[in-house]
């Protein structure tokens, strides 16, 4: 069955500090993968996704076949990024999308 | 551009009352969807839509029905809401297009936060 798991509930840094969220997805055929973020009291909205291989606010998401992870990270947290992180998987030929729980980051002056 | 509005934003029902859910889209978009938002859960697709007329089970859709009689709307009914129900529900569509990965792009509306009592 296709999941996805974001194994940490919250992640807590200090401002500057590297950081990486945790995605792993389980599905047997080709996947495609985004991390949605929701800043509070706005909408869910798309971060990045892994065929564009682009780095959005400091952030980049390698997609590993092998270990079948896509992790987020950043290399020095803002307490604007404090947020609520979704990583989602799109099925090959399906609209649909698969979110995991989700990975609240809070950021710490 | 308003892109996904949904309506209304905050509502408090009591067990056994009936509602609906509002959202409408100004992007043309083929697809739209309906989820719940619950702590520790993510988001869970209730139903779904590929076109006008069209909708589609997804992986909670107990207890909800939904119907998109226009493209930009698609509708999401409580017929006998229940305190299991409440929970955010987000609204949101996408793009029918060719190609890897853009079609999975989901725009989202604001939320509905539900409270049944």
């Known amino acids: 069955a296709q999941r996805v798991t974001q194994p940490e509930k919250l992640l807590s840094v200090f401002k500057g500090a590297p950081v990486e969220l945790k995605c792993n997805y389980s599905y047997s055929g080709s996947p495609e993968l985004f991390w949605y973020v929701q800043y509070s009291r706005q909408r869910l909205q798309l971060l990045l996704r892994?065929?564009s291989r682009e780095s959005i606010k400091g952030f980049t998401a390698d997609l590993n076949k092998g270990e079948t992870s896509f992790h987020l990270k950043k290399p020095f947290a803002q307490e604007e990024d404090s947020a609520m992180y979704y990583c989602a998987l799109g099925l090959d030929s399906s609209y649909k999308l698969i979110f995991g729980s989700g990975t609240r980051l809070l950021v710490r002056p | 551009n308003a892109g996904v509005t949904q309506t209304p934003k905050f509502r408090v029902l009591k067990t056994g009352q009936s509602m609906t859910l509002l959202c409408a889209q100004d992007?043309?978009?083929?697809?739209m969807y309906w989820y719940r938002q619950d702590p520790g859960m993510g988001l869970r697709l209730i139903h779904y839509?590929?076109?006008?007329?069209?909708?589609a089970k997804g992986e909670v859709p107990d207890g909800y029905n939904v119907s998109r009689l226009k493209k930009q709307n698609f509708l999401l009914g409580l017929e006998s809401a229940a305190p299991s129900q409440t929970s955010v529900y987000f609204c949101a569509s996408s793009y029918k297009v060719a190609g890897v990965g853009a079609k999975n792009i989901q725009y989202f509306g604001a939320g509905t936060r539900l409270s049944v009592l």
């Open positions: 839509s590929v076109g006008e007329g069209t909708t």
């Open positions: 992007m043309n978009h083929e697809y």
């Open positions: 892994h065929i």
